[in-house]
């Protein structure tokens, strides 16, 4: 079933910068093959529920495997029948806006 998510995914306790071990997680996102887009509060993820959930755990997993503590916020949207809901979704916004 079709699953669109915002997720946070960030270490805690472990310095004021933390844009590198952020990155480590972002990669992870991005080399799964999945839709998916990065924004300064959250990484949207969008295909099949087991698909989604297996890189939100693979991408927790790069620092908490660290011994690195870690924190993530999840949102899903499971909607059946639906597909891109990542862009379409803003799109049907943006053409109300643009009336």
């Not at 590198?20 to 998916?36: D, K």
């Not at 862009?87 to 049907?92: E, I, L, T």
Request: proline letters at 3%; one cysteine or more; hydrophobic letters at 45%.
């Amino acid at each position: 079933m079709n699953t669109l998510i915002a997720v946070a995914i960030a270490p805690c306790g472990v310095g004021e910068e933390l844009s590198a071990e952020v990155a480590e997680v972002v990669r992870v996102i991005r080399e799964s093959g999945l839709p998916n887009r990065t924004t300064s509060m959250f990484t949207e993820i969008e295909g099949e529920w087991d698909e989604v959930m297996d890189v939100v755990k693979r991408a927790t997993f790069v620092l908490a495997g660290r011994g690195i503590r870690t924190e993530v916020v999840l949102k899903a949207d499971i909607r059946p029948g639906h597909t891109d809901m990542m862009h379409r979704k803003v799109a049907k916004v943006d053409e109300i806006l643009e009336k």
